[in-house]
């Protein structure tokens, strides 16, 4: 009997003891990659008509192990942006596009989009901030009371402003929403609610407004000099200070990409760089002030955080290290067969780069990212096969997309987006998966993040019917997910574009897989944890393979082209036909 390769727990596995020194030399790199090129090529071929009925039926549960324990291996060292280990990582994607007879995605016929970026790090010795107001002044050290993003614009900087406080940050004029309303922020810090928007906003909408890169536009458009961020007890209970602290030693934050001139990419330069307050800062800064972080916080909570001008003042000043860094997107295609649809493209999109080697958890420190993301290359690379299989290529061309970066704010996809190796508005749809081989045992269901918002969502409904799975809402709409991962550079760019995603039914008795999930993502997730150690189901991976195959190749073989619904917010905001 053959290796069962189904989980028999709802529960993650304990992570392995790990052996010092074990490192893959590049000899044993090449012959496991021949071993996996060898065991692909050893699978039969699908054949028959080129319908969706057997569409992915050669998909095979062995071959996403196979990807999988590659790409986490220790050998790789955690798969950081701009590393040796990404490098591999990227290297092995090529290679197995090229088996598949995939091309070269980029104009010159190469698989890498290579991508610049500017790592920062801040000097915390050269770094300091004070509050001052009332004759009191509170001296705040960096990383104990307070952290520092966006220092990508200069190696030093300096601000001294008052600090005006503007509740969420939020302009929303179409809702009749605003808390820069009768403040004269011009000059001033605004300092604001960090990750968060009035909960009385449909979701979809909330959680734009949540994002910081609207909030900091919102910022500058006002005239303000520079941000300050308060974290509320909901978002400090998400993600505690030392979560922070740990993410930010692994660089997160620390890069931004760089256009043709050497600009910083995506970055406002109108405003400086943000920092983001400890529980104990939050409460000096509004000492003494006409309402408490306490009253603060609880009008937040109803929704109605009271905007005012503060009597503080703000001292700012630091410096930081700049580094050139240089990290591939991997890019593959597969052209079209209708002589008037194969300049359109429909695009697989996940994420390769993880978070490489940081403070070492139980002894470890080395952040594999089995789960984020190895295992959404691995499905991406059986997509691609299953279209490689077809008897005749679609009537669309299907690119297929792993971007690095992601884990630095989805800067790779972000990069990719606005500069696409194809005309602009020849990109239809974006269908992208992060952590999408489950480990919730038996599953039965998948979500669809962004299926309201344009045509993605029926057709979505159809492939997973055809996979044999049941389509479920966002269990958590309050966390804002459509604008947190990679398909949202391509919504930005007014692409219809949708997350997929494993959901949280199990078809096992007493198993429930939201707490599976939830213990998951407080034990392992960012972490060593995350290693090949986990249980995973790779028999749903399969399927899964086979839903988001099916979803792209219903878009590609349909005349018409995904479109935005009629009067859908992100349509008007970002789409090319206005939402229609």
């Known amino acids: 009997m053959g290796e069962d390769l189904r989980p028999h727990s709802g529960r993650p596995a304990e992570p392995r003891q790990r052996r010092e020194g074990h490192f893959m030399n590049v000899r044993c790199l ?20 080129n319908d969706s009925s057997g569409f992915g039926a050669g998909v095979s549960p062995e071959a996403l192990k196979a990807h999988l324990e590659f790409l986490a291996d220790d050998a790789l060292e955690g798969r950081r942006t701009g590393t040796r280990g990404h490098e591999l990582a990227a290297k092995y994607l090529a290679a197995q596009f090229a088996a598949l007879g995939l091309k070269g995605g980029m104009q010159d016929g190469s698989y890498y ?30 990383t104990s009371d307070f952290l520092l993003l966006d220092t990508h614009q200069a190696t030093q900087g300096s601000v001294r402003a008052p600090v005006v406080f503007v509740g969420y940050g939020v302009s929303a004029p179409e809702l009749d929403y605003d808390d820069y309303a009768g403040l004269d922020v011009k000059g001033k810090i605004v300092a604001m609610l960090n990750f968060e928007a009035p909960p009385k906003f449909p979701p979809p909408v909330r959680a734009y407004y949540m994002d910081g890169d609207v909030k900091r ?9 520079g941000i300050l961020y308060v974290r509320t007890p909901e978002l400090e209970k ?29 970055l406002d330069a109108r405003l400086g760089s943000a920092p983001l307050l ?23 909570a109803n929704g109605e955080p009271p905007p005012f001008t503060t009597t503080k003042t703000m001292t700012l000043r630091y410096e930081s290290r700049h580094t050139g860094v240089e990290s591939a997107n991997v890019v593959a295609v597969m052209e079209g067969s209708d002589p008037d649809l194969k300049d359109e493209y429909v695009v697989f999109s996940t994420h390769l780069d993880h978070l490489g080697i940081g403070p070492a958890v139980d002894g470890d420190s080395i952040y594999n990212g089995a789960y984020d993301n190895a295992s959404g290359c691995a499905i991406m690379l059986e997509v691609a096969r299953a279209f490689s299989q077809l008897p005749s290529a679609p009537r669309r061309s299907v690119m297929f997309v792993a ?62 019917e055809e996979a044999g799975f049941e389509l479920s809402p966002d269990p958590w709409p309050e966390e804002g997910i459509f604008v947190r991962a990679d398909h949202y550079s391509f919504v930005k760019q007014g692409v219809p574009a949708s997350y997929i995603a494993p959901g949280y039914k199990s078809s096992e008795q007493g198993v429930d897989g939201l707490e599976v999930l939830k213990e998951w993502l407080v034990t392992f997730y960012h972490s060593p944890k995350d290693d090949t150690s986990q249980t995973f189901d ?43």
């Open 403 to 464: 971007v690095t970066g992601e884990e630095q704010k989805l800067l790779g996809s972000d990069y990719f987006a606005n500069n696409l190796p194809v005309p602009p508005g020849q990109v239809v749809a974006d269908i992208n998966f992060d952590e999408p081989i489950p480990f919730v045992p038996s599953l039965r269901d998948v979500i669809v993040y962004g299926s309201e918002h344009s045509s993605l969502g029926p057709t979505a409904a159809q492939a997973a």
């Open 278 to 300: 400890n529980r104990a800062a939050a409460e000096a800064l509004f000492d003494g002030e006409k309402y408490t972080l306490a009253e603060i916080f609880a009008a937040s």
């Open 30 to 49: 090449l012959l496991l990659s021949q071993i996996c090129l060898a065991l692909l090529a050893g699978i039969s071929c699908t054949s028959g008509r």
């Open 238 to 266: 998400k993600f505690p200070w030392p979560f922070f602290q740990r993410e930010l030693a692994i660089g997160f934050n620390s890069m931004r990409w760089l256009d043709a001139q050497g600009s910083v990419g995506g």
């Open 538 to 580: 790779y028999p749903i991976g399969a399927r899964f393979a086979r839903f988001a195959g099916l979803m792209g190749y219903k878009i590609a073989m349909d005349s018409e082209r995904p479109r935005w619904n009629e009067g859908d917010f992100f349509g008007n905001q970002f789409g090319r036909d206005g939402g229609e």
């Open 113 to 142: 989009q290579k991508v610049p970026f500017r790592r920062t790090e801040v000097l915390p010795e050269a770094t300091s901030l004070t509050l001052s107001g009332d004759g009191k002044t509170t001296k705040l050290k960096y």
């Open 217 to 225: 536009e919102t910022a500058a458009v006002h005239g303000a000099a």
